[in-house]
Every structure is written in C-alpha cells, then in structure tokens.
C-alpha cells in the first residue's frame, strides 16, 4: 500500500467519524463559512471535505452546495501544500489553468484562497475556501482571520463527534446501570431463596441434633461415651453453617439500594452494643461522642457491628478484647474508627481481607464476609475503609464517609 493510499484512508476514516458527508448542512458550519466570505469581502465560500474518490461541500455561501469528483478538485491540488494558497487569479496560476472551475465548464473561479483543515490529530480532511468571479486580493488580516476560521471549523466538528462519542457513552452507563440494578435484584431474590431453602432444612437437622444430645444426656452417655462429642461438633458445624448463610444473604442484600436520611452514630453504637453483649462478655468497649451523618441507618449499622464483632472476636490468647470507637473530621470527611489491642493484620494482607470468603486467621471461627459486605456499604455511601496498625500493636478499622451538610 502506498504512502498515498494510506493518507487516503486516514482521511476518509476521519471525515466518516464526522458524519456530515451524508447530512444537511449544519447551521453552524453555514454560518461560519458566511462568516468567511464577509471577512474576505467576497461572495462565495465553502467548507470542502477531500474523500480518496470526491470533494464534499458540506456548507456554503452564495451558492448551492453539491459533490464533484476529486480530480476535478481545485483544492484536492494544493491540499498537500503546507502554508495557506491564496490567488489574486487563479487562471493565470498553472495548476489552475484547465481547471473545470476555473474555465468555465463548472465555475469561473478568479481569485481563489484556502486553508487546510487539520484534525488534532495532524490529518488533513479538507479545506476552508474562499472565492469570486472577479481578480482580487486580501490583506493580510483578513488571511489571519481565515485561518483561524479554519481552525474553528475543525473545532465545530471535533466539539459535535465529541458530544456524540460523550452521549454514546452515557447511554452505555445507563444501560449498565440497569443492568446492574437488575442484576442485583436478581442476586438478592436468589439470596434470599436459597437462605430460605437452606434455613429450613439446616433448622431441622439442628433441632434433631439437639434431641438427640439431650436424650443422650439423660442416659445414655454411659453406653456411647464417644456420641455426645460427635454430636456437639454436629451442632456447632451446623450453628456456623448458619452463620454463613446468614452472612452470604447480607453480602448479596448490602451496599445496594440506599435509604438516605441523618444517622446518629452515638444512637446506633447504643445498639451495636447491645446486640454484642455476648461477644462482648469480659472486653473493655469505650465509645467517644460519634457523629451525625448521612447514610442508610441499617447498613451503617451493620458496618459497626462487624467491625466491633471483629475487634472482639481477634484479641489476643488469653486477654480480654480492648476497644475503642472513635471519631475525627478532617477535610469534609468524618472517619470512624475502631482500635483494638488485638492479634492485629499483617501489613500485607490488609488488602485482601476485603475480598470475598478472604480470612487471615483460620483457627477464628468466620465466614470472610463480614469486611467484604462493610466495603460494598462504605463505598455505596461514597466513602473509603481499610485497615491500619493501632498504637497497641492491634488493628484500627476504618471508615471515612462524608460529613453530613
């Protein structure tokens, strides 16, 4: 393929990204190309756009717009030259001289100025043409001018395809965001259906499990001395297949659909507390004064209560849980913190505890959903969430959400 040929394609791929070839003329470019002709004091003007077979003029002054073949082109003869073509008349120029627009068989074209069209890109796509009937010439101001009305047609089409590519865009996020939405519907109707289908049976087998243990205790320990063992690991493998059923329906139920209204967080730690007074049996919580913010009550809630749970749940071999919830404003923001003296996350997991089903200590009973389902809530709310080292060698959990207005 030849340097020309390749230029060629270049060109033609452009200008079809323009899409005007094909449509009306635009106001917009008619009217910057009347503007050419009264800057130039002439009558005709035109905006020409060089295909590998024709010259387009998409936008006219002082006569109709119409389509001829390149080699008929007055402009397809100069568009390679590198500086503006300006002619007091043409006929005399002998490039120009049998030139069909020149002779009198299209056009009797006299005096005759152009300027290239080049893209950001450096492809030349066409011209900004001036021209009259009669020999004329131009100061150099008004050459100035027409080159920079030869700019702003390139602006005038690379500000449309930029739009165009910008709504295209837009209509892709909305479709994705549909698609999302009613992915997430799905995921939760699933959820919610296989916690159920789950539940029941797992409830039963429980509750068998249970009878069964009690009547074992009442008696017949004696001749079994190794089933009330197996069946206690029965019932605990059961309680944490619950928790993760539990767990899962939250993950795939959280961090969706927001129900914005002010949360105070002094009220909702009040309960978090509560809830954790099991977990919490022995350990030392100290909550300073939190925030009003802005957010969906009960999934902030919940983002609390794993992390608290957490705090408890990690202490070290032996030593009671120390916490303490607290929180700091800083640039718009308020960020929440819970701070423990626990066994603490190795620098470089603290990533990847965010990730599903993702655990950093197996001898601790969990399901890795907890901080997985905290990180979808946070970033709902259009907030951050991490882990760092505490000053007790512990960990601090925490979240930054923005400050309510």
């Given amino acids: 393929m030849t340097a020309t040929h390749e230029t060629d394609e270049v060109r033609v791929a452009q200008i079809g990204e323009y899409q ?20 130039a004091q002439v009558p005709l003007a035109t905006i020409n756009l060089i295909t590998d077979t024709h010259q387009h003029q998409i936008a006219t002054a002082g006569f109709d717009a119409a389509v001829c073949t390149r080699e008929d082109s007055m402009c397809n003869a100069v568009l390679h030259e590198p500086a503006p073509v300006i002619l007091e008349d043409a006929s005399k ?42 020999p004329r010439t131009i100061t150099d101001d008004q050459e100035h001018a027409l080159k920079a009305l030869a700019d702003r047609v390139v602006d005038l089409l690379e500000l449309e395809l930029r739009t165009r590519e910008l709504s295209a865009s837009v209509q892709r996020l909305e479709e994705v965001q549909t698609e999302l939405r009613r992915s997430n519907e799905q995921l939760g109707a699933f959820a919610g259906q296989v916690s159920h289908d789950l539940r ?33 690991r029965a019932i605990s493998g059961a309680g944490r297949m619950q928790s993760l059923i539990d767990d899962l329906l939250a993950f795939a139920r959280l961090g969706g659909e927001l129900q914005r209204r002010p949360v105070d967080l002094d009220a909702t730690m009040r309960e978090v507390a509560e809830d954790l007074t099991t977990a919490l049996e022995g350990a030392t919580l100290v909550v300073d004064p939190l925030p009003v913010v802005t957010g969906d009550p009960v999934q902030l809630r919940a983002v609390l209560q794993n ?56 001898s601790v009973e969990g399901s ?38």
């Fill in 20 to 39: 005007v070839i094909t449509r009306p003329p635009r106001s917009d470019l008619v009217a910057l190309v009347e503007i050419a002709a009264q800057v």
């Fill in 93 to 134: 120029d002998p490039r120009f001289a049998d030139n069909p627009f020149v002779t009198g068989e299209i056009g009797e074209v006299r005096f005759y100025a152009t300027h290239q069209l080049r893209t950001p890109a450096g492809v030349v796509i066409g011209t900004l043409c001036v021209f009259d009937t009669e």
């Fill in 200 to 232: 029941n049976p797992l409830t039963a087998v429980t509750m068998a499990l249970r009878m069964l243990s009690d009547e074992i205790a009442d008696g017949e320990e004696e001749r079994e001395p190794g089933l009330q063992y197996l069946l206690a």
């Fill in 307 to 362: 992390l608290v749970a957490n705090a408890a749940k990690f202490a070290r071999p032996g030593e009671k849980a120390h916490i303490t919830v607290c929180a700091h404003q800083r640039a718009g923001k308020w960020r929440i913190e819970v701070v423990d003296r626990g066994i603490g996350v190795p620098a470089e997991q603290r990533s990847r505890v965010f990730q599903p089903l993702a655990r950093v200590d197996e």
């Fill in 368 to 405: 890795g959903i907890g901080l997985t389902t905290c990180r979808r809530i946070v970033e709902a709310h259009g907030g951050r969430i991490g882990l760092d080292e505490s000053p007790y060698g512990g960990t601090t959990a925490w979240f930054e959400l923005p400050a309510a207005g």
